[in-house]
């Protein structure tokens, strides 16, 4: 045992410096979903969290997308996720750093440098000095340097077999010209590992060690690969590449197969999941040594299938050189379709994109695909497990999407595979692979080692297949066991913390909390209505301050927004001023308004449907929800305009860019209104406008003028509105209160929206579940209730959500607002209403009730 280590000042700093924190994530269960060209920046994925790995300064530093409190360096990253989730404290989190790049439990390291040699200083000298990059280049190229001799040493040899030996592979393996070279012994202290260097264009990358029950991959960027000698000695022609995810399944492929089939064969391992930079390092090779087949020999699991399903798709036969200026290139072949693979904990999808130079050839090709999709589904003893759906279409380009459960992902591969002979078809002829170039070799057991391990044993192939699948279905009822103990704790600490939500808001500081939050609301409309967050201004009649006021009291949500900001930008001339008397009669007017503006609006110059496209792209990669939130702006503002649903699409780096159309007419008597706001929109969006970044709106400039034109006759203007013909008649002054009050039209009622959500437990297909008792209820009671929209989780929690409506002058409102309340009681139920419409519901239920009209409130 060492003994325990004080601990040093630096050493933090030396776990930011050393550690390569991507490697050290896939290490606690992340995978590597997209990635730079560089390596510079890498987005991982674990269940449903996202990290972005990037570099600051001489350390790699993340951000969880989800949680932006959740950042920092490799410190932060392992003291929040150690202890099972639980947390570390800074001493563990040094103990656990340590054994990471120690490999044993704290060890010291200052015998180490007997073995060290010292960085490359004249070949790192030649590197220009002065720029940045080129600093950071150097620094980056002296710790590989170090790290790399640190583990191999000053003799670079095969000292100790005695791991390998135990791994199976004899010494007439080890001894093959393949692998003179690439094997070496590497010591640190009183350890003896086995040391696999990779390898990149620049010659050593970085070096994984293995020994029993321990692996470690140096904290470099993963941009290498191992990769042997031709099995006939060095220099001489390859005709065969073996790609798997390891040296030892390498090595135990050779020992298994090379003298079934001698070609002369070279061997190339990713050290586990290939990045992006390792397969391209696999096509250059391809490329330099021209060999007649390429053979996948992964594991036999998820992952494996995954990763030959990427393969097929990204490697190719030797490319034709083809210079570009004083840079080295390669002649890539076309693509008409491409495929890539990801998964999370429980799935497996596919994105097919195919490239087509007309509609109804894409129309052909995804109906080739769903003929497929139906054929294998059709052939599954529990129902179809392969789903597929267009995520995008246009001209030039057709997407789909497919998903499995990843015991299913056989399937996927079924589907790459005949895209990989599609492909092969659709290449203009000189392009297509001669023969059956990529070809997939899976073990008889979980890898080649095992199978190996197998056959030393004596067993047949027969056995050895029995005894992989008695091991796989351990290992899959295993997993479920802990699937199903995850689910079951996930199950009862949601139920918990709904537990503690529901005594959170029922307690009286949660509704003095809701009421105050209600009271600020109404208060902002009404000041917003009123311009009392602003200096006051003055008016050169008392009409022109009714159409200025009354605007506001027109305008709602968005609308009110952005009218308020145009009004900003250009007030009315200086006249009269507006004391709180008019002002309050002048919001009562106002109420009225919408009821009769359209019959006196004269007819716009131009008429006819236009349409206008509102761009909203995102700001930050993977996150939704802009485009939506300014779709449902536009649609609450109030006004004639019409929105369609949102188109999408998602970018390399992972930005969603969403549009939707809004049609409009220019003979509605809103139309100055309406050009008010898309002028506005532009006009911000084009002045970098924090909350406009990202919007573009798209129309032709005919358009345009036409709406101008039209805007210009319009009855309604933002600034000069004749509200006397659109509202009642302004009650005399001299005329009785109670006269007045008869006289005054009836208030009209208002729509109102709420949103039901239902959790419970998953039901038979067929079956009726609460979701469908309360859409019922809430249909009986008078009330318009939408469709009913529902989704499975992992733990079998069905969630359904719906949209329900109705007035507030509708005769069965009593019957409404109880059934809204008794839904909100049961339990499982959301009922997503703003307090002060719940608060007008009840009160208009309640002088429904008792015969009499409802007080006049205020809308949103």
């Given at each position: ?211 029993e029950h321990y692996k470690s991959l140096l904290p470099l960027p993963k941009n290498g690969i191992w990769v042997s000698h031709p099995t006939d000695g060095k220099d001489t022609p390859v005709e065969r590449v073996v790609v798997s995810e390891s040296a030892i399944d390498s090595l135990s492929h050779f020992q298994l197969k090379h003298g079934q089939d001698s070609k002369n064969t070279l061997y190339i391992a990713t050290s586990g999941t290939p990045t992006e930079a390792q397969v391209a390092l696999i096509q250059r090779v391809i490329d330099k ?31 034709p050189f083809a210079p570009v200026g004083e840079q080295d290139a390669y002649k890539e072949p076309t693509r008409p379709i491409e495929w890539h693979a990801t998964s999370d904990k429980y799935h497996v999808s596919l994105k097919v994109s195919f490239h087509h130079d007309t509609p109804a050839q894409g129309d052909q090709q995804v109906q080739q695909l769903s003929e497929r999709v139906a054929k294998i589904n059709s052939t599954q003893e529990a129902g179809p497990s392969l789903a597929a759906e267009v995520t995008r279409s246009t001209d030039r ?108 808001e029922s307690s009286p500081e949660a509704q003095q909390e809701r009421a105050q939050a209600d009271q600020r609301f109404t208060q902002a409309v009404v000041g917003a209505a009123t311009e009392e967050n602003r200096p006051t201004r003055s008016y050169r009649s008392e009409q022109e301050a009714a159409e200025h006021t009354a605007q506001f009291v027109y305008a709602r949500d968005a609308g009110l927004v952005l009218l308020k900001e145009y009004i900003h930008d250009n007030p009315p001339p200086a006249g009269r001023k507006v004391d709180e008397a ?279």
């Amino acid at each position: 045992m060492n003994a325990p280590r004080e601990n040093d000042p630096t050493e933090l700093d030396r776990f930011k410096r050393d550690i390569d924190l991507v490697d050290y994530a896939q290490r606690q269960g992340y995978t590597i979903k997209k990635e730079s060209r560089r390596g510079d920046w890498h987005h991982l994925v674990k269940d449903d969290e996202h990290v972005i790995v990037t570099r600051k300064g001489d350390h790699q530093v993340y951000l969880n997308t989800g949680d932006d409190r959740d950042a920092g360096s490799i410190i932060d990253f392992a003291k929040t996720r150690g202890g099972d989730g639980h947390g570390l404290n800074l001493g563990q989190v040094r103990q656990q750093l340590r054994e990471y790049l120690d490999g044993a439990p704290a060890p010291a390291r200052q015998y180490a440098t007997q073995y060290a040699t010292p960085p490359e200083t004249a070949r790192l000298s030649n590197l220009p000095v002065g720029d940045p990059e080129q600093a950071a280049r150097q620094a980056e190229e002296e710790r590989r340097t170090r790290l790399i001799s640190e583990v191999l040493g000053v003799k670079k040899e095969l000292t100790d077999r005695s791991y390998l030996h135990g791994r199976g592979i004899t010494d007439a393996t080890l001894d093959s010209p393949a692998f003179q070279g690439r094997i070496f012994t590497a010591q640190q202290n009183e350890h003896r590992n086995t040391a696999f260097p990779l390898y990149n264009e620049n010659g050593l990358a970085s070096v994984e060690q293995k020994n029993e029950h321990y692996k470690s991959l140096l904290p470099l960027p993963k941009n290498g690969i191992w990769v042997s000698h031709p099995t006939d000695g060095k220099d001489t022609p390859v005709e065969r590449v073996v790609v798997s995810e390891s040296a030892i399944d390498s090595l135990s492929h050779f020992q298994l197969k090379h003298g079934q089939d001698s070609k002369n064969t070279l061997y190339i391992a990713t050290s586990g999941t290939p990045t992006e930079a390792q397969v391209a390092l696999i096509q250059r090779v391809i490329d330099k040594q021209e060999p007649k087949e390429v053979v996948l020999a992964n594991d036999r699991d998820a992952g494996g299938r995954q990763f030959n399903i990427n393969y097929l798709n990204e490697l190719q036969p030797a490319r034709p050189f083809a210079p570009v200026g004083e840079q080295d290139a390669y002649k890539e072949p076309t693509r008409p379709i491409e495929w890539h693979a990801t998964s999370d904990k429980y799935h497996v999808s596919l994105k097919v994109s195919f490239h087509h130079d007309t509609p109804a050839q894409g129309d052909q090709q995804v109906q080739q695909l769903s003929e497929r999709v139906a054929k294998i589904n059709s052939t599954q003893e529990a129902g179809p497990s392969l789903a597929a759906e267009v995520t995008r279409s246009t001209d030039r380009l057709t997407v789909v999407r497919m998903s499995v459960a990843r015991a299913d992902v056989m399937q996927l591969e079924v589907v790459a595979q005949e895209l990989y002979r599609q492909r092969e078809q659709l290449r203009p002829l000189p392009e297509r692979q001669p023969g059956i170039f990529l070809r997939v070799d899976y073990p008889l057991a979980k890898d080649f080692s095992k199978e190996l391990e197998y056959t030393n044993q004596g067993l047949s192939a027969d056995q050895i297949r029995a005894a992989a699948q008695r091991e796989e279905q351990q290992r899959e009822s295993e997993r479920q066991q802990r699937l199903a103990e995850a689910q079951r704790q996930e199950k009862e600490q949601r139920e918990a913390e709904r537990q503690a939500r529901r005594e959170r808001e029922s307690s009286p500081e949660a509704q003095q909390e809701r009421a105050q939050a209600d009271q600020r609301f109404t208060q902002a409309v009404v000041g917003a209505a009123t311009e009392e967050n602003r200096p006051t201004r003055s008016y050169r009649s008392e009409q022109e301050a009714a159409e200025h006021t009354a605007q506001f009291v027109y305008a709602r949500d968005a609308g009110l927004v952005l009218l308020k900001e145009y009004i900003h930008d250009n007030p009315p001339p200086a006249g009269r001023k507006v004391d709180e008397a008019e002002r309050e009669e002048l919001l009562a007017r106002a109420r009225h308004a919408e009821a009769a503006v359209g019959v006196n609006s004269p007819t716009a110059a131009v008429t006819g449907e236009k349409t206008v496209t509102w761009k909203v792209d995102e700001l930050q990669p993977d996150t939704s929800g802009r485009a939506e939130a300014w779709k449902a702006i536009l649609d609450n503002s109030g006004y004639s305009m019409q929105t369609s649903a949102v188109r999408s699409t998602v970018d390399e780096q992972g930005i969603r860019r969403a549009e939707f159309d809004i049609t409009y007419r220019n003979d509605q008597p809103d139309i100055a209104i309406i050009h008010a706001i898309v002028t506005n929109t532009t006009a911000r969006a084009e002045a970098g406008h924090e909350k406009y970044a990202g919007v573009n709106v798209v129309e032709s400039e005919a358009d345009r003028a036409a709406r101008q034109q039209a805007a210009a006759a319009a009855a309604i203007q933002p600034h000069n509105r004749d509200r006397s013909l659109d509202v009642a008649a302004k009650p005399d002054i001299d005329t009785p209160t109670a006269e007045k009050e008869a006289a005054r039209p009836a208030a009209a009622g208002s729509e109102k929206l709420v949103v039901i959500k239902v959790d419970e437990p998953a039901v038979a297909r067929g079956e009726r579940g609460q979701a469908e008792a309360v859409q019922a209820a809430l249909t009986a009671s008078g009330a318009k209730a939408g469709e009913l929209h529902s989704a499975v989780d992992a733990a079998g929690i069905r969630h359904s959500e719906m949209k329900v409506s109705y007035r507030t002058d509708q005769p069965e409102l009593a019957q409404v607002s109880q059934a809204l309340d008794a839904v909100a009681r049961q339990s499982g139920n959301h009922v997503l209403e703003h307090g002060s419409d719940r608060a007008e519901r009840q009160e208009a239920a309640r002088h429904s009730q008792e015969g009499r009209p409802a007080p006049q409130q205020l809308e949103r």
